[in-house]
């Protein structure tokens, strides 16, 4: 016959032993609060020290993190940035956007893609600021690696998307799955290079993802399609703890184009990032926005049939760098009176201006960039 007493009561009656007792019950009771009470205290103390190693583990994670670099905010270098005179007046976007600021006054750090007009060379306020800033940190850390910056501002054929100043595309030559070639020639980079040459290539794309992390934040979208470099930079990313991302995973694999560059888009309300004051006497200057052409003519499809004269200077490769446009067109007033892109396209083939026509393409000038194709290059579509 089984004993209904419960264990702690049966482990104390062993332990007590010997004759029996008088009132063997009450004995039995006594040992039973002992032992329960004994059992208690322990889960006491084994909670008290869990608490204490969970505090103990927490403080050092803070101690950790208190002793880790900190994300320095990104900020804009001190360079003038072309902007209509509706911004001054408080205009928001479309009225008001940001010219990227021509490459020769970006000490190298960029350069515009051969295929994007300067017609789309503008966008928000903070996507501009955005690029400058990214290319500006992008070159500290590779200071031999030029960019290539294109569409910020760029509807129609080519692209499904770049319709609303907060999408562009940015590129590595030589450093991504594929070089774009022109002609629709895409050779792979990766092609008779040695697994070292290939991880290097790798560190350089993934660097670059990184650093357009930290200047949005981590509110990015990337289009790229190289899974290694999407699986590492995912790995890093979720190690920051930025806020949700708007976009979803940061880097998400589209269509084959994206072999051969990054897809950047940001959000409508990202803030412009801080800017480094213009040295004295310097002022940004004001210059009326250049409306795209037609989404569905021609010369929106690629940068080198806008004009005979710009196409045959290019095939030819201009010995020096273009300089920008003088100070005192770009600092004049907009006004009415000024000649719009349309007009300068249909005058006849004249010598090429910077109120007129698109300054000469800086890839044919980029040692690390492929050579200038001749005829009209494919289009390439987002």
């Known amino acids: 016959m089984r004993s209904s007493l419960p264990i702690p009561t049966l482990l104390a009656l062993a332990l007590i032993g010997g004759p029996a007792c008088e009132d063997a019950s009450t004995d039995a009771e006594e040992a039973a609060e002992t032992v329960e009470a004994a059992a208690a205290t322990a889960v006491n103390e084994a909670t008290e020290e869990a608490v204490e190693e969970a ?112 999408d562009f595309d940015i590129y590595l030559p030589g450093a991504m799955l594929v070089e774009n070639a022109g002609g629709g020639d895409y050779p792979s980079n990766h092609e008779g290079k040695s697994a070292a040459e290939i991880e290097a290539t790798r560190q350089r794309v993934e660097g670059l993802a990184r650093v357009l992390a930290e ?76 409306e795209p052409p037609d989404p569905d003519s021609a010369p929106n499809l690629a940068s080198r049939n806008r004009n005979t004269t710009w196409r045959a200077e290019m095939e030819a490769g201009p010995e020096e760098d273009t300089p920008p446009p003088a100070t005192a067109t770009m600092n004049a007033t907009p006004t009415d009176e000024s000649p719009s892109s349309a007009a300068a396209m249909t005058a006849a083939p004249a010598p090429m201006t910077a109120a007129a026509a698109p300054a000469a393409d800086e890839a044919a000038r980029a040692p690390a960039a492929p050579a200038p194709m001749a005829g009209t290059p494919a289009p390439a579509a987002d």
């Open 215 to 290: 200047c949005s934040e981590g509110a990015l979208r990337i289009y790229y399609n190289d899974p290694v470099v999407l699986e590492r930079f995912h790995e890093w990313y979720d190690a920051q703890g930025y806020d949700e991302n708007p976009f979803g995973r940061p880097m998400q694999v589209h269509n084959h184009l994206h072999d051969f560059h990054f897809h950047i888009t940001i959000p409508e309300d990202l803030e412009v990032l801080p800017m480094a004051p213009l040295p004295p006497g310097t002022e940004h200057p004001f210059q009326t926005i250049e």
């Open 55 to 166: 505090t103990a583990a927490a403080q050092e994670a803070v101690e950790t993190a208190e002793a880790l670099p900190r994300r320095e905010p990104c900020t804009v270098p001190a360079i003038p940035i072309p902007r209509p005179v509706e911004c001054a007046r408080g205009r928001s976007y479309p009225q008001c956007k940001w010219q990227m600021p021509h490459a020769t006054l970006s000490e190298g750090r960029y350069r515009r893609w051969r295929n994007t007009i300067m017609e789309h060379w503008w966008g928000r306020p903070a996507l501009v600021a955005y690029i400058v800033a990214s290319t500006a940190r992008y070159r500290e850390r590779f200071p031999d690696q030029i960019l290539a910056v294109g569409d910020l501002d760029a509807p129609g054929p080519r692209h499904q998307t770049h319709d609303r100043g907060v």
